[in-house]
């Protein structure tokens, strides 16, 4: 991201510039930890000039949670073919590749850095949580969910985030591990709420309809199985 000389931009290009460079430093190292004055130098422009373009860290950080929020949100984006259990473990994959290549930055907007409690920062984090449960509904071909539905949903979706948050710190699990888990979880989650409710038995079956044999659900029905007997 660095330019190493300073050339001149206009308005727009040289905002996306400094969100961009911004971003890749917030994603290396909290967001508490990167100067205006590294940015800048980074940009290969004077710390005066950033605050032509931002008014401080504050708004440039939001800027660049922007960005981050779009592009996290858009690992959620899966085409609606094949069985339910392998496409949520591509999603659970492309996830993985945003903690893994924006660990810090990832882990600022989730637990708070300069913009925490701000009404900007809590929109994006609500904004990614909500793209993903859209995407979900989607792939369950259901336009009003029923309240327990929701509530599996919201939970899991709470779930991925915990569990990135949790493996960032000393990434003692293999990610690949923990991406089948979490796949495994949505189906555990809903079989629960399906032993509750006829509706959600219904959607269950469902969703296991096409479950090939080699799929991740299957893999957790085979895995239950052998601990039960």
Known sequence: MTTGVRRRMGVEERRQQLIGVALELFSQRSPDDVSIDEIATAAGISRPLVYHYFPGKLSLYEAALKRAADELSDRFVEAREGPLGTRLLRVMRRYFDFVDDHGPGFAALMRGGPAVGSSATNALIDSVRQAAYDQILSHLRVENPPARLELV?????????????????????????????????????????????????????????????????????????????
């Open 153 to 229: 949903i919201r939970s899991w979706i709470s779930l991925a985030e915990s569990t990135a948050l949790i493996w960032l710190d000393g990434r003692r699990i293999p990610r690949g591990e923990l991406e089948v888990q979490l796949v495994h979880d949505f189906a555990a989650l809903a079989a629960v709420s399906a032993s509750h409710d006829e509706e959600m038995a219904a959607l269950l079956r469902h969703m296991l309809k096409n479950e090939p044999n080699d799929g991740p659900f299957t893999d957790l029905a085979a895995r239950l199985i052998a601990l039960a007997s």
